[in-house]
């Protein structure tokens, strides 16, 4: 039995858009790997000096780095040619933080939307960016790089609030911060 042309038309656009949606699906037995991030490594600052080797005097550069994805700062030597000499991890002593790091921060707190709505009504303006290290099971603990952001008014003698921002998870840590005096709670 022949079918009008039209009819044929009909049922293939019918058709067709459930095939197409079948094959933009995952097939429910195979689900999707999970994606690896990518390592997210910033220089934080970097110098040239010398180091004494059998009584010679040897220059290097020294870079500092943050790896926000492991959560660790690494301290890497080279020799003249750029071979790396030496690596270490910075566990006790954390780099202070960098200028590129305080402007991410802030980018940070205005790209929130309720920081940027108190932001907006206040006028506020941004300082800050000093180091909060907290104990194992804090939102600051071990493995974050976060930074304590100050809202001063537009005049910069009345303080709107403290903010934290950890820059490996790249959100705010606590919207609203009160730092306790004499060290971590």
Same mark, same amino acid.
């Given at each position: ?12 656009? #019918? $058709?067709?858009? !459930?095939?197409?949606?079948?094959? %933009?699906?995952? @097939? ?8 690896? /991030? ?51 991890? #910075? $566990?006790?002593? !954390?780099?202070?933080?960098?200028? %590129?790091?305080? @402007? ?8 929130? /939307? ?72």
């Amino acid at each position: 039995m022949r079918r009008p042309l039209w009819v044929v038309a009909a049922l293939a656009l #019918l $058709v067709l858009p !459930a095939a197409t949606r079948a094959q %933009d699906k995952p @097939a429910p037995d195979k689900p999707a790997p999970p994606s690896k /991030p990518a390592n997210r490594v910033r220089l934080l600052r970097s110098w040239t000096d010398t180091v004494k080797v059998d009584g010679q005097e040897l220059p290097r550069r020294v870079d500092i780095l943050f790896d926000y994805t492991e959560g660790v700062a690494l301290e890497r030597s080279y020799d003249t040619s750029g071979r790396l000499i030496q690596e270490r991890r #910075l $566990v006790d002593n !954390a780099p202070s933080p960098s200028d %590129d790091e305080i @402007a991410e921060a802030f980018a940070i707190v205005r790209a929130d /939307p309720q920081l940027g709505r108190i932001l907006k009504r206040t006028q506020a303006v941004l300082e800050g960016g000093f180091l909060l290290q907290e104990a194992e099971g804090q939102a600051c603990g071990p493995r974050t790089r976060c930074l304590q952001i100050q809202l001063l008014g537009p005049t910069r003698l009345g303080l709107v609030r403290y903010v934290v921002v950890d820059l490996t998870k790249g959100a705010i840590a606590y919207p609203t911060y009160a730092p306790m005096e004499g060290g971590v709670k």
